[in-house]
């Protein structure tokens, strides 16, 4: 029996949501530090691509420069597996913070963490750059 995983943090991002929500939906954005490489079929069919294997999934729900959120097609049978984005402002210190729910059926909360703060670290490299 496969144990699902559900991680859930906030990150604080020196960015502005407009420049922050490209790297959430767009495959050119989401290749910079998600995965190795991004295929978006149409407007909510993608394709995420690790180590030369295809997950397929749907964008199932999104709100510019706010939220987005993807279902990744089941594997082998087991549960559907999907990944939430949220951005959020402080308004009163406009700080930006990017809270990350990832619920899968891979993986234990401490080896989550390392993946996601890695993943984090290499989203704020790319954001130097816009």
Sequence with gaps: ????????????????????????????????????????????SYSFIWDKKTFPAKLVGRRQNKYAKFEFAPVDGENPTWMEFT?????????????????????????MEKIWDNLIENLRESLLNV
């Design 87 to 111: 951005i959020e402002t402080n308004d009163l210190t406009q700080e930006v913070y990017l809270k990350v729910v990832d619920y899968t059926n891979d993986g234990d909360q401490e080896e």
């Design 1 to 44: 029996m496969v144990t699902s995983t559900h991680f859930e943090r906030e990150y604080e991002l020196t960015t502005h949501p407009k420049d922050l929500y490209p790297f959430l939906v767009s495959d050119y954005g989401l290749a910079k530090w998600f995965a190795d490489e991004v295929v978006i079929h149409n407007e909510r």
